[in-house]
């Protein structure tokens, strides 16, 4: 048996579904559900998004079938914006995470996450970037937020840097994204930001640096964001 979230499924032929699990021993992987449409059955797939499941794989080679599929934890009922960055995690972990390699980590992570977005006065940026940052480490690309890469200094708040994907946060000038000193402190240590333009600018970095691990195609999850009511969050 193993925990696991559904993050997508979609139809196979007439009455089964293809269904993209992230999974807590077997990292992202797909499983066939033969007949799991057919009229009149019910289905243990559809109702279970952002709900944590346990299940047993049965069959040979990549794609197997998933049974005895069982509630191991609360499901969150997310809606609205929410919702919209529910379904951005799990884009971004489809996109981002190779097939059947183990997070154990991150799969905590990301069930912590659904937990915040089930409650109340949730402040979304903080989720978002707080699962990027540590996404971008489970990719092996991760940096390190709280000291500067060529100087060995503690993050000032109240200073300027610049950030080079491959080399990490730099007190010299010229190389690299800038960013303002308070907004890394933010990332690194899950701090809500007051100012639009800051949230912005940690968007932006987060997204630049996710960019080349999750492609350039537009995420279906922002068009949903964006279709909701907007509390002057700017994320």
Known sequence: ???????????????????????????????????????????????????????????????????????????????????????????????????????????????????????????????????ERDLLAELGVGIDWQLTADTQESIDPQAMYWLAPEEGILQQRGRGYPVAGNVLKAIAENQALGDAADRRQARDLLQSLLAPHVGSAPFHSRALWRSQPQPGEGE
């Open 1 to 131: 048996m193993t925990r696991a979230f559904v993050l997508h499924t979609r139809p196979w032929r007439d009455t089964s579904l293809l269904v993209e699990w992230f999974t807590e021993d077997f990292g992202r992987l797909t499983t066939y559900q033969r007949g799991a449409r057919t009229r009149g059955k019910k289905s243990p797939i559809r109702p279970m998004a952002f709900q944590c499941l346990q299940m047993m794989l049965v069959g040979r080679g990549d794609m197997k079938t998933a049974t005895q599929i069982e509630p191991a934890g609360y499901a969150h009922i997310l809606h609205g914006q929410s919702l919209a960055v529910g379904f951005y995690l799990n884009e971004l972990l489809m996109r981002a995470l190779h097939r059947h390699e183990p997070a154990p980590v991150l799969f905590n992570i990301y069930a912590q996450h659904l937990a915040e977005l089930a409650g109340q006065a949730v402040d979304f940026g903080m989720v978002v970037r707080g699962f």
